[in-house]
């Protein structure tokens, strides 16, 4: 299995930035993509950012120009830099690999625990 555990969520002021950070560990053979979405109250889980063992990163609208995100490929970790937050950016943040534990395998899609955003003065 494979185990990611976040960390850099917090309060923050609007205009105001923050970084997450994501690392993965575990019975893993190799990571494909790794990603950052979220989910506010009431509403459905949504992509972040997302960016491929080649660094290939794609981004929606919403946070396109304010959010970087990156990747340690040998140490299994993501990165979201987040910068001129806005209150509706307030969410919790879920790190997600795809990635497969074992050569030939299928890849399979993998949760942290989610990290609190709150974008508030």
């Known amino acids: 299995q494979v185990q990611l555990v976040e960390s850099g969520g917090g309060l923050v002021q609007p205009g105001g930035s923050l970084r997450l950070s994501c690392a993965a560990s575990?019975?893993?053979?190799?990571?494909?993509?790794m990603g950052w979405y979220r989910q506010a109250p009431g509403k459905e889980r949504e992509l972040v950012a997302r960016?491929?063992?080649?660094?290939?990163?794609n981004y929606p609208d919403s946070v396109k120009g304010r959010f970087t995100i990156s990747r340690d490929n040998a140490k299994n970790t993501v990165f979201l830099q987040m910068n001129s937050l806005k209150p509706e950016d307030t969410a919790v943040y879920y790190c997600?690999?795809?990635?497969?534990?074992?050569?030939?395998?299928?890849?399979?899609?993998?949760w942290g625990q989610g990290t609190q955003v709150t974008v508030s003065s």
């Open positions: 575990g019975n893993i053979f190799t990571i494909y993509a």
């Open positions: 997600n690999a795809y990635a497969s534990i074992r050569l030939g395998g299928s890849a399979n899609d993998y």
């Open positions: 960016i491929t063992r080649g660094g290939i990163s």
